[in-house]
């Protein structure tokens, strides 16, 4: 029987990958018999040795160190197949009319920077036929209360997905996002996003938040080979968020 999603041969490098999607979608890759290498701001031998990847240290809102990072990979591995850009921040819940171009800067240095340093230098190491895929959000498909620096920063990344998608196309390279809602990871709880994650535990037709394995499910199956005609698309794992309302918001809303 075919070995079906199968990453062996294969070698991939996750940013953010110490932590939360990130790790969870670095263990299922290393799983299917990639070669692994996870970055993050802080160095984490001990979390990668644990399932037997490679650890490097990486700011992703820093070109030279996206660069370093890819450069150092190809090294370890002799090859690079798949990067996933994953490295993501929030600044915070505010109004828009409350907000500071800080937040802005520190939402788009690393969730829409990050991604388009990643593609840039990723690319220039892969093969032809390597895969891409960009963590974004539902925040990066409608609008968000509370939230207008994180969904500026995740919109910009999928317009660079797909912008890349068709430009390196001609190397066979893929290039596809996904875009979950909130995910049981620390980021999802931190202070200040309680409102959010009450919305979406009533609002979700599931009736809750995704968990990170979920999320590197999905990624897993677009970096499979058996997944090479899937190119320049955002899609939503969000348990029926973007479809509509669950039927308790529904009836939460017509009662009110």
């Keep these: 029987m075919t070995n079906f999603f199968t990453l062996t041969g294969k070698s991939a490098v996750v940013t953010g990958g110490t932590s939360g999607i990130g790790l969870a979608t670095a263990k299922r890759l290393k799983a299917a018999g990639a070669d692994v290498a996870i970055a993050g701001r802080r160095p984490a031998d001990d979390v990668a040795e644990s399932f037997g990847a490679t650890a490097f240290a990486c700011d992703v809102s820093d070109e030279d160190q996206v660069a370093a990072l ?12 798949i990067v ?58 409608q609008g968000v209360a509370y939230l207008a620096p994180y969904v500026a920063s995740k919109w910009a990344a999928i317009g660079i997905t797909r912008t890349a998608a068709i430009e390196l196309a001609n190397r066979n390279i893929r290039v596809n996002a996904v875009c979950p809602t909130s995910v049981n990871t620390p ?59 669950s039927q308790v918001a529904y009836d939460t809303l017509a009662s009110s």
Excluded at 72 to 79: E, N, Y
Excluded at 197 to 206: H, I, T
């Design 84 to 141: 996933v850009n994953c490295a993501g921040v929030n600044a915070g819940y505010n109004e828009l009319i409350n907000s500071e171009k800080q937040d802005f800067d520190f939402n788009y240095n690393v969730n829409t920077m990050g991604v388009v340093y990643g593609i840039k230098h990723g690319a220039r190491h892969m093969s032809d036929g390597g895969r891409i895929v960009n963590v974004s959000s539902v925040a990066g498909l």
């Design 187 to 245: 980021m999802a709880h931190a202070e200040g996003g309680e409102a959010q994650l009450e919305m979406e535990y009533k609002a979700v037709p599931l009736g809750r938040i995704a968990e990170p394995e979920e999320i590197a499910a999905l990624i897993h199956f677009l970096v499979a080979e058996d997944c090479n005609f899937i190119n320049g698309q955002a899609i939503a794992v969000d348990g029926g968020f973007t479809a509509g309302l």
């Design 70 to 81: 890819m450069q150092g990979v190809v090294a370890a591995f002799g090859r690079l197949d």
